[in-house]
């Protein structure tokens, strides 16, 4: 058997072993999306569609829960998971949203018009924002960005407008969207950097040689056709910003609230929860079944969200490989 | 020194000198790809992109601020609040701050996760990257595996925990983590959250060695078989000595990603502040105990954690920005030295 193993390998042999190697991926995803399928069952089965409604308090609901015992009754199962999913959705779209103009226009100054001297420091700044651990980003945030929100930014009449709702304290879904844009921007400066390039020269030559100005060029052939490459990079930092835990949860002000829109300015001061935040919070108290059905429901929330989005940034990659460039 | 040229010799040829130059530069087809002048004046555009070439010159600079200030803010908090016997002592449960001791043990915690993570990371990496480019057949399977793995890529780090926490908590795991009196499987260990760690690091490694392979021409293969080498022997003999630069790019980006993970250490490490042995064998007993790396106690000493010792927090932080900036600068130097590939997509964590 040794002496089979110190032969030379064949062709054969090499290739099945590194095909399971690869294989072993796919394994892997299939036991994810499995394991916590069946973690996640008894949650959805007791609560049915409305778990993903508003119904009751929800941290009132989780605290429930860490108290039930091994056995919990159908009822201790209850909940509804509507203010955390809000708090996801909202973090996500805003930051999403102010990260692609950022990076969008970030990455038209960096192919095209940043002078030699400022190129040389702004590609080595977006690869230090990507290498920036998250809770070096949430604890600039919770010690720097929040407080300074909560004494300047916040007046004490908006803080009385709604001192019966919630109680303002800088930490909320504003420094949230605010540090996570500044996360996800470079994913998302890459992509498209890399997608500005793909695009022939000639084509952005063309429109100049027919007499707009640089930036009319830019704008109106490079980026538009660079614009799979532009929505490719905002859903795979979509996916990102989905799947925050730990920033958010220190910079969001943690409470399952649902921040209302109609309160104006005040909206963006009041605190949230997202799922993977709750997650990470309520990882200690995972044994008690209830919370841990509930946690692991959450979690497939975000699976099968960041799985539809990486389906998305591939289908929105197709097109580019038309112009023959490196995706 | 020039004032005596200036009234008389320089006043006729300076105006005429920019002249021709400026429509020149913009009608001549002379376009060196490095050096374009910018000879058209903004003024002359239209409002909407006058206002659309200030906007960008705000986002690049303002881009530029926030990185300098994040380095800048942390590396002032790091001289001011780290001190040598931080980084030597172990940190103790106290309130009292001066007592409560420093981050020996997360720092330990941190270079044991990424050693173990990129471990098991790098093989399976460079095996299926291996399989893709030189074998891929069946082409359905390898654009699986593909697709697989920015699946991956894309999951995020606390859906993976979870998982771990799930799968090692099964049975025949039970040799990777305490196992309570009654058959219970813990699932928390240093083995689980390395393992876990790898599929963080996985995507970049697999990622690196791919586009290495890749840029490899066909004819050194074929120069290969000429010679009688079977293809096993290719790979391992001409192929993957070649990409080396590659493997160790992707290797040093995926314990960057892998050292500076919070929600995997939280859920799968314990978090806690000391390295807590299990069981008695030497060496393993480290490995199948729980503990905490500097993410960890970062996150446990900022406001949001139980301890709120913001100074100790910062230090520590400091000493992980650190360790992430330094592999990101080995990355750099190993780039230069002889990767073949751009990586500026790959190395962002994004494919």
Redesign the interface.
């Known amino acids: 058997m040794l002496n089979r193993l110190k032969e ?4 054969r ?3 099945l ?3 399971a ?6 394994a ?2 299939v ?2 999306l499995v ?2 399928a ?2 996640a069952w008894p949650s959805f089965a007791n609560n049915g569609l409305s778990w993903f409604s508003s119904k009751g308090v929800v941290d009132q609901q989780l605290d429930a829960m860490v108290n039930s015992g091994a056995n919990p009754s159908p009822a201790e199962y209850e909940l509804g998971a509507w203010p955390l999913i809000y708090a996801t959705l909202l973090t996500t779209f805003f930051a999403t949203f102010f990260g692609l ?2 990076s969008l ?2 990455a ?3 192919v095209e ?2 002078p030699e001297r ?1 190129r040389r ?2 590609v ?13 980003y ?3 945030g ?3 960005l929040a407080p300074f929100i909560g004494n300047s930014v916040i007046t004490a009449e908006q803080k009385s407008s709604v001192q019966f709702v919630i109680p303002l304290s800088g930490t909320g879904l504003g420094v949230a969207i605010a540090v996570l844009t ?1 996360m996800i ?3 998302m ?3 498209t ?2 997608g500005l390039h793909a695009i022939p020269r000639a084509w952005k030559e063309g429109a100049l040689a027919l007499g707009v ?4 060029a830019m ?1 109106s052939v490079t980026v538009r056709a660079a614009r799979p490459a532009i929505i490719a ?1 905002a859903v ?2 979509t ?2 910003a ?5 920033m958010i ?2 910079v969001a002000g ?1 409470k399952g609230f649902s921040p209302n829109p109609l309160d104006g300015f005040v909206f963006f001061f009041e605190p949230v929860r997202t799922m ?1 935040a709750t ?2 919070e309520n ?1 200690e108290s ?1 044994n008690a079944p209830a919370m841990q059905s509930s ?2 429901a959450m ?1 497939l929330v ?2 099968v969200g ?2 539809f ?2 389906l998305g ?2 289908i929105a990659k197709q097109p580019l490989k038309k112009y023959g460039t490196r995706s | 020194m020039s004032v005596p040229t200036r009234p008389g010799g320089a006043a006729p040829p300076l105006p005429p000198l920019p002249l021709p130059r400026s429509p020149g530069g913009g009608g001549r087809q002379g376009r060196s790809p490095k050096k374009r002048r ?1 000879n ?1 004046s903004i003024s ?3 409002l909407t ?1 006058r206002i ?2 200030v ?10 601020a ?3 200030g ?2 800048a ?2 590396a002032f908090k790091g001289v001011q609040y780290l001190r040598p016997q931080l980084v030597l002592t172990s940190p103790t449960a106290d309130i009292d701050q001066s007592s409560s001791g420093g981050f020996l043990d997360p720092l330990l915690g941190t270079i044991l996760i990424t050693l173990i993570g990129i471990a098991i990371a790098t ?2 990496a460079i ?2 990257a ?3 480019v ?2 891929g057949r069946p082409t359905w ?2 654009r ?2 593909d ?17 771990g ?3 090692f908590q099964q049975g025949i795991f039970g040799w990777m983590s305490f196992t309570a009196t009654g058959g219970a499987v813990f699932g928390r260990s240093f083995l689980t959250a390395g393992a876990m760690m790898s ?1 963080i690091a ?1 995507p970049m490694v697999f990622a690196a060695t791919r586009e290495g392979l890749q840029s490899i021409p066909l004819h050194i293969r074929e120069a290969s078989y000429a010679l009688g080498k ?4 290719t ?2 003999r001409v192929l993957l000595p070649s990409v080396k630069a590659n493997i160790s790019t992707g290797a040093a980006l995926g314990m ?1 990603r892998i ?5 995997i250490i ?2 799968l490490l314990g978090a806690s502040l000391t390295l807590d042995p299990e069981g008695d064998v030497p060496g393993l007993n480290v490995l199948k105990g729980t503990g905490g790396t500097l ?1 960890s106690y ?2 446990n000493n ?3 954690g139980e301890g709120n010792a ?1 100074q100790k ?2 230090a520590a ?1 400091f000493v ?2 650190l360790i ?2 330094a ?2 600068f080995a990355v750099d130097l190993i780039a230069r030295s002889g990767a073949k590939t751009g990586l ?2 790959s ?4 494919r």
Do not use: H
Not at chain 1, 242 to 246: D, K, M, V
């Open positions: 030379p390998w064949t062709d042999r090499a290739g072993l590194l095909g190697l690869a294989c072993s991926v796919l892997v995803i036991f994810m394991f916590i069946i973690k103009i950022f226009l970030s038209i100054f960096i018009f940043a400022i420091v702004i080595p700044v977006v690869r230090l924002l990507a290498a920036v651990p998250s809770v070096i949430g604890l600039i919770i010690l720097v500044v921007t470079p994913i400066i890459a992509i950097v890399d100005n640089r930036w009319r704008w990079g795979l930092a996916a990102r989905l799947g925050e835990a730990i949860s220190m943690s993977a997650v990470v990882a995972i946690l692991y979690a975000l699976l960041a799985f989005l990486s940034s591939w | 910018v058209e002359t555009w239209r992109d659309g070439y906007l960008m010159w705000a986002a690049g600079l303002l881009l530029c926030i990185g300098i994040i380095l803010y942390m093989p399976i095996g299926a291996t399989w893709i030189e074998y399977l390898a699986l595996i697709s697989g793995i920015e699946i991956i890529a894309g999951t995020p780090d606390i859906v993976i925990a979870l998982f926490l799930v799968l599929l996985l079977t293809k096993a022997a790979i391992r960057g050292a500076g993970d919070t929600a939280v859920v993410t970062v996150y900022s406001p949001a913001p927090a910062y932080a992980l920005l992430v900036l592999l990101n500026e997509t190395r962002l964590g994004a």
